[in-house]
């Protein structure tokens, strides 16, 4: 059965920094981009960043440029977020999720999700 489950989340104030990860259980996530989403309480859910099958590609949310970066372990079976420089409205459960169409940070072209990861950003 293919899984993704994330981890990495948790309590950091602002100004710090978080590494989420996304593993993958059931299938390799080569033939896979692989998208970062987040969803705060009473909001839609927004897509954050993403990286092509190969790593070659990826791309960010204007939000999230420069403080963000994705990465992908194809070996390890496992996509990575970087967050540095967090701020409280980055705060939201993130999710990753994986697609065997083209990088997006459109959440209606995945069709496999995690179960989602909490990151709180508070002083």
């Known amino acids: 059965q293919l899984q993704l489950v994330e981890s990495g989340g948790g309590l950091v104030q602002p100004g710090g920094s978080l590494r989420l990860s996304c593993a993958a259980s059931?299938?390799?996530?080569?033939?896979?981009?692989i998208g970062w989403f987040r969803q705060a309480p009473g909001k839609e859910r927004e897509g954050v960043s993403c990286?092509?099958?190969?790593?070659?590609?990826?791309n960010y949310a204007d939000s999230v440029k420069g403080r963000f970066t994705i990465s992908r372990d194809n070996a390890k079976n496992t996509v990575y977020l970087q967050m540095n420089s967090l701020k409280p409205e980055d705060t939201a459960v993130y999710y990753c999720?994986?697609?065997?169409?083209?990088?997006?940070?459109?959440?209606?072209?995945?069709?496999?999700w995690g179960q989602g990861t909490q990151v709180t950003v508070s002083s």
């Open positions: 999720a994986a697609t065997d169409w083209v990088a997006t940070i459109n959440p209606h072209e995945y069709d496999y």
């Open positions: 059931g299938f390799t996530l080569d033939y896979y981009a």
């Open positions: 990286i092509s099958m190969s790593g070659s590609s990826t």
